[in-house]
């Protein structure tokens, strides 16, 4: 993990201006994000975290951002202090919100507004999320949130039954390992077809014998290849979008 961090990534990143935890609430229930405040202009970008919950992994990828000159405010969906590490509560947390779609809005929601309140620039901004959190972000996307983009690395990709993406209003970018036997390339074909029925711009890519779960450094899981590729990808796609601070 120190061999990456120090290789390209940090070449590419930048130096981040730093950041710190946020609490907050949503009807009544603590949360727990975490801030990196760009300069005064700068666009943000809503980061969702994986399975694990909010960790070390989410922050590093907040500093990568703000070296880049994002803010970035990462959304904490299961609840401060709740990081689940036994498979089974892993499952219990995605499980629960998976069911309750309305209340996997709400947080998205949620996270949005304290951004909004912590004065950064909702007005430019784009929602990313790596697994479970690509699972929110297409989720938020599917309801009308009025973003600029949306984007998932080897998010779950599947329409839960009775939606549709006709609300969509900002395109969406889509990075996926061909190599995932838990989000399968049909999954990934029909979200192809879902979007372009529904007329919503979008760019989907895979990456040959990445699995699920590529990005994540020091893992057996890492493709150190597919991450540096769908990295830079998406830094154009925010550039695309969002740009940068403002003048």
Known sequence: ??????????????VALGGGPVRY??????????LERGAPGAPLVLLVHDWDGLTEY????????????????????????????????????????????????RLMQGALDEARRQGLDIGRCVA???????????????????????????GGLALPEGQDYSKTRAPCLILHGSADTGVTMEQFAKLANDLEAAGVPHEM???????????????DRYREEADRKSWARFAQFLAETIGKEKP
């Open 25 to 34: 609430a949503i009807d009544g229930e603590a949360f727990e994000g975490y």
């Open 58 to 105: 989410e922050i590093q990828r907040a500093g990568m951002l703000a070296g880049m000159g994002y803010s970035v405010f990462c959304a904490d969906l299961f609840g401060a202090g709740v990081r689940p590490t036994e498979l089974a509560d892993k499952r219990k947390c995605t499980g629960e919100l998976d069911a309750d779609r309305p209340q996997m809005r």
């Open 1 to 14: 993990m120190e061999r990456i961090i120090a290789g390209w990534l940090l070449l590419a990143a930048g």
């Open 205 to 219: 890519t895979t990456y040959g014998g990445a699995p699920h779960a590529w990005t994540v450094f020091g893992s």
């Open 128 to 154: 990313m999320g790596y697994c479970f959190g690509g699972t929110a972000v297409l989720e938020f996307a599917r309801s009308g949130a009025d973003l600029k983009g949306f984007a998932t690395f080897h």
